[in-house]
C-alpha cells in the first residue's frame, strides 16, 4: 500500500521524534518510528518515579498508543545499532530499514567525564528503569539503617550524596528531603529519618547554572530549608562504594546518586557531520546533516545556536525541533523552499518539594508557591495525550492534602542482602 | 523499653502474617514482622498486574505504612533462612532474631512437579516482580510478531499457553484474551490481534476445581466466548522455548505461563513437624506446632482441616488464621485456655474478563455480569487500608468506559533483542 510515498524513518519516540511523527499526521509519507523502549518518558517528571511520588505508568505512555488513531505511522520496538547516510540505511540490533527521510532523535544519557567506574555506584536517571533503580537504593538505605544497631554505620546509611546541581539534582535533592523529613518520620522506629543529611554538589559557582543568579539564591535557600546541605564549587574526584571525594576531602555516604553530565546519543557519531564538545552533532539552520539535506537532527542530540547561545536541552526545545521537522518535509514534498529552525524560549522552572520552585517565564522571575502553582500546570498542561493526566492530578492532590507518599514500592530485587547496602567492614547486626 | 514484653517474630507479611500483627495492636508484647519485600501485595489482582490493567502501586502498599500507627511491631526487611525451634531463633540472611512467640506465614510458591528446568520458559505469578516479566513477555510478543515478516513465526509469537485452570490460570486466560482481541487490535498495523491463540491447560478433568461442577462450566463457556481454547485433562509434558508438550502433541507458542502448582514455602520443613504432600506443615487444632505451642503456622503454609475437607489456600481463610493466633496468644498472655481453630468459607470468585464472573457465596451460585459486580464489590472491599482504593476503582471505572488498557509499560529490559523471542531457526526480518 502506498509504497511509492516517501518513507520518513524516526529515530527515538522522546520529545522530538514523537512530536515529528504526530507533525507528520495526514503527510503523504508512511512514517516508521523506531525506539528501544515501548513508552515515550515524560521526563521532567522522572525525579517523581525516583522518590517513589509516582508510578511509571503515570509518566509513561506506549507509544503506539499514543499514534493509535494515525494510520500512517508504524511503530518499531527496536535498538539502532549503525545509520549508513550513503547507503541510507538504518541497522537495528535485529533487523534493517531503508529511508527517504531519517530523522535522528536519539537524545543524550548521562555521562560520568570519562569515570565509567562511578556508574555502578552512582546510578543516573534518564530512563524508568533507572528511576526504579534509585528509588530502590533510597528505600533499602532506610530498611537497611532501622536494621542497624552500630551508629556510624547507621549515620553512613542515612547520607545520600547528589552530585549536579542543574535541574535534575535540585528536584531529585529537595523531594528525597521532603520525602525523608515529612513523610518517613511515622514509618520507623529504630531511626530518626529527619536526621538524614541529603548533600546536593554542585561543581559550578552555582546550582542552576542555566537560570539568572537571582533564581539559583531563592533556590539555594528553599533547599536549605528543606535541610538539603547545598555546596557549589565541589568538584567530585572520586566516588567509591560508600564514599564521595571532593579533592582530599572524603564524605561518607550509603548512596549516591548522579545528576551532574549528560553525553550525546553515541548514534550522532555515526552520521559523518561535525561534532560539538558534548557530542551533539553541528546542523544546518534548517536542522538537516551538512551535505545531507534527508538526514535531520532533532532534541538533545542537536547543536544548534539561536542568537549565539546554545538551545538548551530540554522538552520544550526538542519538541519545537520536532515540529520544524516535520514542516521542511512537507515543504519538500509540495516543492517550497525550507526555512531556518528558530527556538522559541518559553522559560525555565524547577520545583523544590512540595509547593516550592522557582520560574522564569517571559521575563518574569518567581519562586515559592507561585512558581509551585505554575509548575504545576505548565506539566499538566504538557501530560496532554496522556490518559493519566486525571490520575496524576489526584495523586498529587491526595500526596498534598495528607502528606502521604503511598508508592514506596521496592522492586527488582533477585537477591535480598542488606548488607551490601553497607560497608564491607560493617558488622551483622543481630537484635532479639 | 518494655524488655519485659513477649517477643513476637511473624515471619512474612501476607494476608495471615500482616492480619496477625494487625489484631494484636494493643496486645502487651512487642512484635517483629520479618518480609522479604517491603510491601504487602494483595495477591487476588496481582494477573492485572501481569496483564498491563493495573500498576504494582495500586494492589501493593508498604507493609511499614500499614503498621505505621501500631507502636508495638517494628518491621523488617530481611530474608528468612532457617528456623531453630529448640533455641528459639531466626536466621535471616544478613542478622538473627530471637523470640517468645513465632508465627510462620510464609505462604506458598508456584511449583513445576518437579520440573524446575521449565521454570525459564514458563514464569509463574507470585510477586510483584513476577508480574512484571509475564507483561514483559506478553507485551513483546506483539512487539516482535508487528515486525515479523514471516507467517509461521508470527503465529507462534501470538500464541500463548497458560498452564493450570484454578483460579489465576482462569483469570489469566480471561485478561489476555479481552486484551489482545479488544483493546490491542488499533495499535497495530501489521498484525491482527484478534487472531491471537490463547490456551489454557487443565491437567484434571475441569477448570477451577475446587468450586461446583456448574460454576466450573460457566467459566469455561464464558472464556471461551473471549476466545480462549480450553483443554481439560491435558497434561503437560514438556515446556521448550516455543513448545509445549502434552503426550505426543506438540503446540507451538511463542510463550507460556504457569499457574498450575503451587508448593508450600521451604521454611515448613525447617520445622521438625510433618508435612502434607503439598509440603504444608500439619499443625495442632490451635494452629500450633505439635510439642511447640510457642510457634504456629498459619495462611497458605498451614495445613488445616474443616469437617473433613482441606481448608483452601485462599486469603480470608489466611486472614481468619492470622487472627486466630493474635487471639491464641492474647488469652496464653490473660491466662485463658486455647480454643480450636474454625474456618468459615465465605465463598468462591473469580472473574473471566470485563464484566464476567463465576461466584459462589453462602450457596448461592452466580455468573455473568452479577457475579462480576459482586466480585468488584468484594475487592474493593478487601482493598481497604489500601490507600490506592479509590484510584483503583477509577482506574477500574476508566478502563471499563474506554475500553482501554493504558499501562502497557515494558520495563526492566537490559538488553533488547526481539530475536531472543523467537526460535533459533527464524530468519531476522528486514524491511525498507
Known amino acids: 500500500m502506498a509504497e511509492h510515498r516517501p518513507h520518513v524513518v524516526i529515530l527515538g519516540g522522546g520529545f522530538a521524534g514523537l512530536t515529528c511523527a504526530r507533525a507528520l499526521r495526514g503527510a503523504p509519507v508512511r512514517i516508521t518510528l523506531v525506539d528501544r523502549s515501548n513508552h515515550h518518558l515524560f521526563q521532567p517528571l522522572l525525579y517523581q518515579v525516583a522518590t517513589a511520588s509516582l508510578s511509571p505508568a503515570e509518566i509513561a505512555s506506549p507509544i503506539r498508543s499514543i499514534l493509535r488513531r494515525q494510520s500512517n505511522v508504524q511503530v518499531w520496538l527496536g535498538e539502532v545499532e549503525d545509520v549508513d547516510v550513503e547507503r541510507r540505511s538504518v541497522r537495528l540490533r535485529d533487523g534493517a530499514l531503508s529511508y527517504d527521510y531519517l530523522v535522528v532523535a536519539t537524545g543524550a544519557t548521562h555521562a560520568y567525564f570519562g569515570h565509567d567506574e562511578w556508574a555502578p555506584h552512582a546510578p543516573g536517571l534518564k530512563t524508568v528503569d533507572d528511576a526504579l533503580e534509585i528509588r530502590r537504593r533510597f528505600l533499602l538505605a532506610f530498611e537497611a539503617a532501622e536494621r542497624e544497631a552500630d551508629p556510624a554505620a547507621r549515620r553512613r546509611l542515612l547520607t545520600f550524596v547528589i552530585v549536579g546541581g542543574g535541574p535534575t539534582g ?25 536526621t538524614t543529611r541529603i548533600l546536593l554538589l554542585e561543581g559550578g559557582p552555582r546550582i542552576l547554572g542555566a537560570y539568572p543568579p537571582v533564581l539559583s539564591e531563592q533556590a539555594r535557600r528553599q533547599l536549605e530549608r528543606l535541610g538539603v546541605e547545598v555546596r557549589t564549587g565541589a568538584l567530585v574526584t572520586g566516588i567509591e562504594p560508600v564514599e564521595v571525594r571532593i579533592g582530599e576531602e572524603r564524605i561518607e555516604a550509603g548512596n549516591v546518586f548522579w545528576a551532574a553530565g549528560v553525553a550525546a546519543s553515541p548514534l550522532g557519531a555515526r552520521l559523518g557531520a561535525p561534532l560539538d564538545r558534548a557530542g551533539r552533532v553541528r546542523v544546518e539552520a534548517d536542522l538537516s546533516l551538512p551535505g545531507r539535506p534527508e538526514v535531520f537532527v532533532a532534541g538533545d542530540l542537536a547543536a544548534v545556536e539561536e542568537d549565539g547561545a546554545p538551545v538548551p536541552g530540554v522538552a520544550p526545545a526538542a519538541m519545537q525541533m520536532g515540529r520544524h521537522v516535520a514542516r521542511t518535509i512537507r515543504r519538500d514534498l509540495e516543492g517550497r523552499a525550507r526555512e531556518p529552525f528558530r527556538y522559541f524560549d518559553k522559560g525555565n522552572l524547577a520545583t523544590i518539594g512540595r509547593a516550592a520552585a522557582v520560574a522564569e517565564i517571559a521575563g518574569l522571575r518567581l519562586s515559592g508557591l507561585v512558581a509551585w502553582l505554575v509548575w504545576v500546570f505548565v506539566h499538566i498542561l504538557y501530560l496532554i495525550g496522556f490518559r493519566n493526566r486525571l490520575l496524576v492530578l489526584i495523586q498529587w492532590a491526595w500526596a498534598y492534602l495528607t502528606y502521604q507518599r503511598g508508592i514506596r514500592l521496592i522492586t527488582g530485587q533477585p537477591e535480598l542482602n542488606l548488607r551490601r547496602a553497607r560497608p564491607p567492614e560493617a558488622e551483622i547486626a543481630a537484635s532479639g
Open 170 to 194: 535540585v528536584e531529585l535533592a529537595g523531594a528525597m528531603a521532603e520525602i525523608a523529613r515529612q513523610v518517613m518520620p511515622r514509618d520507623f522506629r529504630s531511626i530518626d529519618t529527619t
